[in-house]
């Protein structure tokens, strides 16, 4: 009988063999689904915030980001920032919370950043997923990675913080409800 743990070290011997194939691990429909589930789940919880008391968005119910406000200025940065990079922009910074003062500074800001994203994504193809991307950390260090991977980091970071906010909304007695990927598609995203 095969070990799990023997089929994870085959598959982590496939995945790094075609990693260095230049073989991307997702397509454009993927990767179209992913930011369009990200802006749903990202959008509810800013309804949800919206049901928020004043002040409210400036508690840190637990440990993390300064504030619900400072945690959603993160997520928006973070997804600036790699877009940006995607770009070719030789510097982009990352956003402060002190330039989004308040719940509809951020709306508004993640409307043009999400526009931003889907015409990016407009031109994507199966072939750009492997393409090299040459950017620089925000300490200066140089990096080059497919772009499937820094899209993957882009959505693995919103989930990450996503479940920050939700939980951190959830505390405040305002939950957004089932965020899972599953729901979003059983309502027809995808």
């Given at each position: 009988?095969?070990?799990?743990?023997?089929?994870?070290v085959?598959?982590?011997?496939?995945?790094?063999?075609?990693?260095?194939?230049?073989?991307?691990?997702?397509?454009?429909?993927?990767v179209?689904?992913?930011?369009?589930?990200?802006?749903?789940?990202t959008?509810?919880?800013?309804?949800?915030?919206?049901?928020?008391e004043p002040?409210?968005?400036?508690?840190?119910?637990?440990a993390?980001?300064?504030?619900l406000?400072?945690?959603f200025v993160?997520m928006?940065g973070?997804?600036s920032?790699?877009?940006q990079?995607?770009?070719g922009?030789?510097?982009?910074?990352?956003?402060?919370?002190?330039?989004?003062?308040?719940?509809?500074?951020?709306?508004?800001?993640?409307?043009?950043?999400e526009?931003?994203?889907?015409?990016?994504l407009?031109?994507?193809?199966?072939?750009?997923?492997t393409?090299?991307?040459?950017y620089h950390?925000?300490s200066?260090?140089?990096?080059?990675?497919?772009?499937?991977?820094i899209?993957?980091?882009?959505?693995?970071?919103?989930?990450?913080?996503r479940?920050?906010?939700?939980?951190?909304?959830t505390?405040?007695?305002?939950?957004p409800?089932?965020l899972?990927?599953?729901?979003?598609?059983?309502?027809?995203?995808?």
């Open positions: 009988m095969e070990r799990p743990a023997a089929r994870l085959e598959y982590n011997s496939y995945y790094r063999f075609h990693l260095h194939q230049g073989v991307s691990m997702f397509s454009t429909d993927y179209c689904t992913l930011a369009a589930y990200g802006s749903w789940a959008g509810r919880l800013l309804a949800t915030a919206a049901a928020l002040g409210q968005l400036e508690l840190a119910p637990f993390g980001h300064p504030s406000r400072a945690t993160h928006l973070a997804e920032l790699w877009r990079r995607w770009e922009f030789p510097s982009p910074t990352m956003l402060k919370p002190a330039e989004i003062p308040d719940l509809d500074a951020l709306r508004e800001r993640w409307a043009i950043e526009a931003a994203w889907r015409e990016r407009a031109t994507l193809d199966d072939a750009a997923l393409q090299p991307i040459r950390t925000l200066g260090h140089p990096y080059t990675q497919p772009l499937w991977q899209l993957a980091q882009v959505f693995n970071h919103a989930t990450q913080h479940a920050e906010v939700a939980a951190m909304l505390v405040l007695g305002h939950s409800g089932d899972d990927l599953i729901v979003y598609l059983r309502q027809g995203g995808g």
